[in-house]
């Protein structure tokens, strides 16, 4: 195995430099290193301004999310010797605006989250000494996949439609507002619903299902958003053969 | 003078290529399917024309049936041929994604959503296809 | 509060035209637009022809047939000009194009098929 491996990163500093740039580190090619290990090896023993996020360094956080070859990938998840003989390129996550380096802009994103109302909505809430909600394992079952979204933002990256669109909702947060439409202590359907049957909502998913082939926990984004649109055209058809009864 | 500036930055835009679909294969299979939808249109033109010349009488449905042989024609159907499959291979693949069906509690395995819907497409070509050889 | 959208409506049109095109359209492009033209088989006579689709069903069946994948064009065209060409700010011209196309189409079919002898 070779001894080095060549990173390829975007450096980009905001009011010193109009458009970013690519600066090259020789990286040593260690059969157990990902990524990650490589941009904080650069951090500590070569240039110190190199900026990117990080944080469980184990795939849980969410935050290391950047474009690895063209690729979303979790750079803690991606192992240098896939890309030997290399050179690896380092890239933001797209579709996002740029603020430092690898550091990306992900206010809109928080924006649409919150939208969504991505917590438990109930019409009148049970009292403490009523006891806990019960849910069944098959009751579980049916929104699981979606809880597991860990707001890494590679969907977005990957997701045409959120490029062309900055106004669309994008992947997680649909899939996060299923996953409590699904959840049967949840009585907020109809809410959501309000929110989310629009263009920016789930109509601008064109189903290109990218979203789900770069998630790295599995969530399926693509597929609660088709289950959503079939939801909400259901609804639709009910309100208008019987509307005093649809939600 | 300082200017004033807003905090945060607003960051760096990179505006997305109209040409994206060319960055990777997953992107321009999309767009496949999705121009797949012209062929299909293509085909209801044609049968279009071809109830009119029937409408016309035998004489004028004999002469129609040149249009179907001229070479252009021909290889565009045999084009249209290509996607119309590649619109109904992807639509049933996708079908048991739209439909979180289970049973007995656990979520339905996809082929056995798209299973049926394939051998209605075999079912339905066999019936289509021996009522137009019949003669 | 939001309304919802009407988006469902064209959907619905979109989805049933996509099953009808995936279930009819392949077998049919395949023997009157490559099997009989080239030779390979041999195609329906005139007569027989129009006794298949002289009746009630038959003239359905071509309604649906024509109609409903216009309708699935219609949708799946208007986004794949908004996504591939990126021109959403027409998007009043789209519409009018795409959907006036399918319902204009959808007319002409119908005049067609009532026309059938």
Sequence with gaps: ?247 | ?135 | MHKRSNEPFVWLLFSAGGVVAALFIPIQLFLFGVAFPLGWLNGPSYDTLKDLIHGPIGRLYLLVLCALPLFHWAHRFRYTLYDGLQIKHLNELVNTFCYGGAIVGTAIAAYLIWRIP
């Design chain 1, 1 to 247: 195995m070779a001894e080095q491996i060549a990173l390829e990163v975007t450096r980009f500093s905001p009011g010193r430099d109009k458009t970013p740039s690519v600066q090259s580190f020789d990286v040593p090619l260690r059969k157990e290193w990902v990524v990650l290990d490589a941009l904080n090896y650069v951090k500590d023993k070569v240039d110190g301004s190199l900026s990117f996020r990080w944080s469980c360094r184990m795939g849980v956080c969410g935050s290391c999310g950047m474009m690895v070859n063209g690729e979303p990938k979790l750079t803690c998840a991606t192992f240098l010797t896939d890309y030997a003989p290399g050179p690896v390129r380092v890239e933001p996550l797209k579709n996002f605006p740029v603020m430092r380096d690898l550091i990306v802009e992900i206010t809109d994103f928080l924006g649409k989250l919150s939208k969504v109302k991505p917590w438990i909505i109930r019409k009148k809430e049970k009292p403490v000494s009523e006891g806990e909600y019960l849910q069944t394992p098959e009751q579980l079952d049916t929104f699981k996949q979606f809880s597991m979204c860990i707001n890494c933002l590679l969907c977005y990256a990957a997701c045409p439609v959120y490029g062309l669109d900055p106004l669309f909702s994008g992947p997680a947060a649909l899939a996060l507002a299923q996953r409590y439409n699904m959840d049967s202590r949840d009585e907020g359907e109809s809410e959501r619903m309000d929110i989310l049957s629009q263009h920016d909502g789930i109509w601008g998913c064109t189903f290109v299902g990218e979203c789900t082939q770069v998630c790295p926990k599995h969530v399926d984004p693509a597929g609660a958003i088709q289950q959503y649109k079939l939801t909400a055209t259901q609804e639709w058809v009910k309100s208008f053969i019987m509307p005093r009864g649809a939600k």
């Design chain 2, 1 to 135: 003078m300082a200017t004033y500036t807003e905090y945060p930055p607003k960051g760096y835009r990179v505006r997305m290529s109209t040409y994206w679909w060319l960055a990777r294969w997953p992107y321009l299979k999309f767009i496949l399917r999705e121009i797949s939808s012209v062929f299909v249109a293509w085909f209801v033109i044609e049968t279009l024309l071809q109830i009119n010349a029937l409408i016309d009488g035998p004489l004028a449905y004999a002469e129609f049936q040149d249009f179907f042989r001229n070479p252009l024609v021909i290889v565009l159907n045999i084009i249209s041929l290509f996607f119309v499959i590649f619109h109904a291979v992807t639509w049933f693949n996708l079908a048991p994604k739209a439909m979180a069906v289970r049973m007995g509690g656990k979520r339905v395995p996809n082929l056995m959503i798209s299973g049926p819907n394939y051998a209605a497409w075999m079912v339905v070509s066999a019936v289509l296809a021996w009522l137009l050889l019949r003669g």
